[in-house]
Each structure stands twice: as structure tokens, then as C-alpha cells.
């Protein structure tokens, strides 16, 4: 059981211990003797309820739930109303989880890598043309090349679309691609590199730092689905190279410029030489 669980118990069980103590109370102060003992024992159990609270308010949702109940218990109410306490501070925790409190949007780190049987040269063409995503991979609606440092996006989440502008603001040709992204839904910022593993093999690795913003993009971040899409999509690209890019090699005309600070500082494209996929 990790801490927060463990918390989380010990307040629920220290909400029940806490009405079983008031009722003893009322019950031995009927009884002269019984008063002193009552006291001292109140006075323990409200330096541990302290203990506990102080706990209990770092903790997630569920636990100042159970945070809420014990001080409804403690101010007098039933435990009817403590309930009612406990259902409505676990609401209103979760829900300021999802759609934020005001605070920082939390980013969620996603590196993903994949093995292609094909040359360095042929992969990183393929993956410049940018164009060519909506026809392999699944969630991608539509790219705009708008100019060669700046791309437009429209992409599927759940049962709506999101657009989203991306600038490169650097790309080094056969070696990385790194962008930064805006959106009103929430963007992505991201490097793309292509590593050489042997003549016929490249590595493709993905590091992406995604800020959710929208609701479906918070709902989906809580399991983590744009990490599975990215690995999705990584997937589909591989597919799309192994099976048509090294077929047809001579089709795939990459963009050979480079890009430094956001501008293009080498738009040479010379003729590209033939790829050798023996």
C-alpha cells in the first residue's frame, strides 16, 4: 500500500474511531469517575486527529474526501452528512483535476523510439514531407506546409479536431528536427532524431513534451493516451516505409535545407543522390 492509500485508510478508519469516541464520551460522562478519563482521552485522540489531518490535506482526492467527512464528524454532524461531505470533496477534487484550478498546466513527458529497415537518408526524406502524414497515419486530418519553418496541423481527439501551428526551430538534415507549437487546445513541443545503426537500419527517436489544455485532452492525459497514440503513429510511419518509401525510392524528395533559430539558413536542395537499399 503506498502512502496516499495509506492515508487515505487511516483517516476513513480515524473517522470511524472518532465517532465511536464521541458516543463513548457522551455515554462515560454520565459517570463521575468516567469524566477525567474522557477528557485525557479526547485531548490524545485530538493531537492524533491533528497528526492526521496535516497528512491528509498533501494528499489526492480521494483522501481530503475522507479529510472533509472526519471534520464533518468532528463539528457535530451525522454521518449521513459526513458522507455527503466525502462525496462532494472527492467531485471537486477530481474535477479540479481534469479541467485545472488555476494553476501551471502539468506537462506530460512521451519518448517513444522506433527500428526502420531502410537508410537514413530515405527516413528522414520520408519524415520531412510532412504532407504525406494524413495518408498513413490514423489520428493526422490535414498538414499545411505554410512556408519551411512553419506547419499548420488538424488532428482527430476523441470525436472532435484540433488545429495547432508548429514552428521548426531547428533542423539539421539526416540528424534531428526540433519544433516548438501553439494551440488554443493545448500543443506540442518536440524533437525528432535519426540515428544510424547500420547501413540499412535507422533508429527513429521521438521526444515530445505535450500540455493538455482542452477537456478531452485532460481526460486523455490522465491514462496517458497521447503516449499510446505517439507509439501508434510512430508505428503507422514505419509501416509507410518499409512498404512504399523503399519501393519506390526515387519518389521520396525530402527537403535537404537546414534551419537554425527558427530561419532557414540553407535552402540547397541538391539532386539527390540514389539510395542504396541492398
Same mark, same amino acid.
Given at each position: 500500500m503506498n502512502l496516499?492509500?495509506?492515508?487515505a485508510?487511516?483517516?476513513a478508519?480515524?473517522a470511524?474511531?472518532y465517532?465511536?469516541a464521541r458516543l463513548?464520551g457522551t455515554?462515560?460522562?454520565r459517570?463521575?469517575?468516567g469524566r477525567?478519563?474522557?477528557?485525557n482521552?479526547e485531548?490524545?485522540?485530538?493531537?492524533?486527529a491533528?497528526?492526521?489531518v496535516?497528512?491528509?490535506?498533501?494528499g489526492g482526492p480521494?483522501?481530503?474526501a475522507?479529510?472533509?467527512?472526519?471534520?464533518a464528524?468532528?463539528?457535530?454532524?451525522?454521518?449521513f452528512?459526513a458522507?455527503?461531505s466525502?462525496g462532494?470533496?472527492a467531485?471537486?477534487?477530481?474535477?479540479a483535476?481534469i479541467?485545472?484550478?488555476?494553476k501551471?498546466v502539468?506537462?506530460?513527458?512521451?519518448?517513444e523510439?522506433?527500428?526502420?529497415?531502410a537508410?537514413?537518408?530515405?527516413?528522414?526524406d520520408?519524415?520531412?514531407?510532412?504532407q504525406?502524414f494524413p495518408s498513413?497515419m490514423k489520428?493526422?486530418?490535414?498538414?499545411?506546409?505554410v512556408s519551411?519553418?512553419?506547419?499548420?496541423?488538424?488532428?482527430?481527439?476523441?470525436?472532435?479536431?484540433?488545429?495547432?501551428?508548429?514552428?521548426?526551430?531547428?533542423?539539421?538534415?539526416d540528424r534531428h528536427i526540433?519544433?516548438?507549437?501553439?494551440g @488554443?487546445? *493545448?500543443h506540442?513541443?518536440?524533437?525528432?532524431?535519426? #540515428?544510424?545503426l547500420?547501413?540499412? =537500419?535507422?533508429r527513429? /527517436?521521438?521526444?515530445?513534451?505535450?500540455?493538455p489544455?482542452?477537456l478531452?485532452?485532460?481526460?486523455?492525459?490522465l491514462w496517458? @493516451?497521447? *503516449?499510446?497514440r505517439a507509439?501508434?503513429?510512430l508505428? #503507422?510511419?514505419?509501416?509507410?516505409v =518499409?512498404t512504399h518509401? /523503399?519501393?519506390?525510392p526515387d519518389?521520396?524528395r525530402g527537403?535537404r535545407g537546414?534551419i537554425?533559430?527558427?530561419?532557414?539558413?540553407s535552402?540547397?536542395?541538391?539532386e539527390?543522390?540514389?539510395?542504396?537499399?541492398a
Amino acid at each position: 500500500m503506498n502512502l496516499r492509500a495509506g492515508v487515505a485508510t487511516g483517516v476513513a478508519i480515524g473517522a470511524g474511531g472518532y465517532l465511536a469516541a464521541r458516543l463513548a464520551g457522551t455515554a462515560l460522562r454520565r459517570f463521575r469517575p468516567g469524566r477525567r478519563l474522557v477528557a485525557n482521552y479526547e485531548a490524545r485522540l485530538d493531537r492524533a486527529a491533528r497528526r492526521l489531518v496535516a497528512k491528509a490535506e498533501r494528499g489526492g482526492p480521494l483522501t481530503k474526501a475522507a479529510l472533509a467527512g472526519v471534520r464533518a464528524l468532528a463539528q457535530g454532524k451525522s454521518p449521513f452528512r459526513a458522507l455527503l461531505s466525502f462525496g462532494w470533496t472527492a467531485l471537486k477534487e477530481t474535477l479540479a483535476g481534469i479541467f485545472g484550478s488555476g494553476k501551471k498546466v502539468k506537462v506530460t513527458n512521451i519518448v517513444e523510439q522506433t527500428d526502420i529497415g531502410a537508410p537514413r537518408r530515405l527516413v528522414y526524406d520520408q519524415w520531412t514531407l510532412f504532407q504525406d502524414f494524413p495518408s498513413f497515419m490514423k489520428k493526422v486530418v490535414s498538414v499545411n506546409q505554410v512556408s519551411d519553418e512553419k506547419v499548420d496541423w488538424k488532428a482527430k481527439i476523441f470525436w472532435s479536431t484540433r488545429t495547432w501551428e508548429s514552428t521548426i526551430v531547428e533542423q539539421v538534415p539526416d540528424r534531428h528536427i526540433v519544433w516548438r507549437s501553439t494551440g @488554443a487546445k *493545448g500543443h506540442v513541443d518536440g524533437t525528432v532524431s535519426f #540515428h544510424e545503426l547500420a547501413p540499412n =537500419m535507422t533508429r527513429v /527517436l521521438v521526444v515530445l513534451e505535450y500540455y493538455p489544455r482542452g477537456l478531452f485532452e485532460r481526460i486523455g492525459n490522465l491514462w496517458r @493516451a497521447q *503516449g499510446r497514440r505517439a507509439r501508434l503513429e510512430l508505428k #503507422h510511419f514505419r509501416r509507410h516505409v =518499409m512498404t512504399h518509401s /523503399l519501393l519506390h525510392p526515387d519518389e521520396v524528395r525530402g527537403w535537404r535545407g537546414e534551419i537554425r533559430d527558427s530561419e532557414v539558413v540553407s535552402s540547397h536542395e541538391p539532386e539527390r543522390e540514389a539510395v542504396t537499399t541492398a
